[in-house]
T-cell receptor, first 110, second 114 residues
């Protein structure tokens, strides 16, 4: 079992709709979680970090963390074609390492 | 967010030669940096953890003599791919972690060995 699991997609979302991405993790010791966006051929870009249970909002993005269920999610409101990318979920591990999921590909259709 | 600069962004080299990739944290000090490799349509694969002033820690299956890592200062880590072969062609990405803000990635280096 991978330490961080994500649905690979692709997740097709109409423009203007909400994209919902899910991530589960197995390491109960993980304290910090991150969402990265990666465009094809580019390196990942940090878009959200979350450390406490509950919701965290930043612009059109909302991250949700439930440590009891070992579940992290990302909502993208008012999806735009420029949001089409692969979204990587990551949890903190030992020695500062991040454990990455395989990524979910999001395709926003006009 | 914090800025991590990686150079070069792409390189083409002949089989058997060595290539050095630099990774710098521009506005914060990073005692630890990470080197990843990513093949097309696959996720990031951690190769090694670079520790300032000490030896790097390599992940299982990564040849330490082939992928030389030097972390000479709190803002610079280098990865040297020695005796490169076509199968080493990949996208190499470094990352430095700011304890408060999270991990930030360099722009990546696309290595093509011909």
């Amino acid at each position: 079992q991978k330490e961080v699991e994500q649905n690979s997609g692709p997740l097709s979302v109409p423009e203007g709709a909400i994209a919902s991405l899910n991530c589960t993790y197995s390491d109960r010791g993980s304290q910090s979680f991150f969402w990265y966006r990666q465009y094809s051929g580019k390196s990942p870009e940090l878009i959200m970090s979350i450390y406490s249970n509950g919701d965290k909002e930043d612009g059109r993005f909302t991250a949700q963390l439930n440590k009891a269920s070992q579940y992290v999610s990302l909502l993208i409101r008012d999806s735009q074609p420029s949001d089409s990318a692969t979204y990587l979920c990551a949890g903190s591990g030992s020695w500062g390492k991040l454990q990455f999921g395989a990524g979910t590909q999001v395709v926003v259709t006009p | 967010g914090a800025v991590v600069s990686q150079h070069p962004s792409w390189v083409i080299c002949k089989s058997g030669t060595s290539v050095k990739i630099e990774c710098r944290s521009l506005d914060f000090q990073a005692t630890t940096m990470f080197w990843y490799r990513q093949f097309p349509k696959q996720s990031l694969m951690l190769m090694a953890t670079s520790n300032e002033g000490s030896k790097a820690t390599y992940e299982q299956g990564v040849e330490k003599d082939k992928f030389l890592i030097n972390h000479a200062s709190l803002t610079l880590s280098t990865l040297t791919v020695t005796s490169a072969h076509p199968e080493d062609s990949s996208f190499y990405i470094c990352s430095a972690r700011d304890r408060r803000l999270g991990a930030f990635f360099g722009q990546g280096t696309r290595l093509t060995v011909v």
